[in-house]
């Protein structure tokens, strides 16, 4: 279902040019705001066409960019990187080529330590030891680390 029509396809496509020019976008989120403008089926391919055709579109393009700077910015583990691509429609193949590019451009498990280690210390007021842990060990989990990754990790 689609908005009422508030645009020509020229106004659409200019539209969408400046919408993926202000950041990087996956191609869900360019057919939602299509959508959104009242863009008919036929329409949101060719604008989708011409975006991709002036590189302005590259789905490959987003998710590197989405897996590193949430990793980089929001401190992101694997696990919370890929459910978001998955939210943003993102093919699998696509995600875990991020991911590895991810792992490739950052240190993943620097991160991993540096946040771990700063909430180590905000739970310092905690006297049980094996509590302690266990509050940090959800916290990263919740950050979408892996166990795995984190469970070997030493505190002071």
Known sequence: MSA??????????QKSEAFCA??????FEV???????????GEILQVLNALIDAKFLDDERFAKAYAVGKLRIKHWGVN???????????DRELIAQAIAAMYDEENYIGILQQVAQRKWQELHKEKDPWMRKQKL????????FNYDEFSELKFE
């Open 4 to 13: 009422p029509r508030a645009y020509d396809l020229t106004q659409m496509l």
């Open 22 to 27: 202000y950041q990087e976008r996956s191609s």
């Open 31 to 41: 057919i939602e705001k299509l959508k959104r403008m009242g863009a008919e089926d």
């Open 80 to 90: 919370k990187i890929k459910q978001g691509l998955q939210l943003k429609r993102i």
């Open 137 to 144: 060990f959800r916290f990263l989990a919740s950050r979408g």
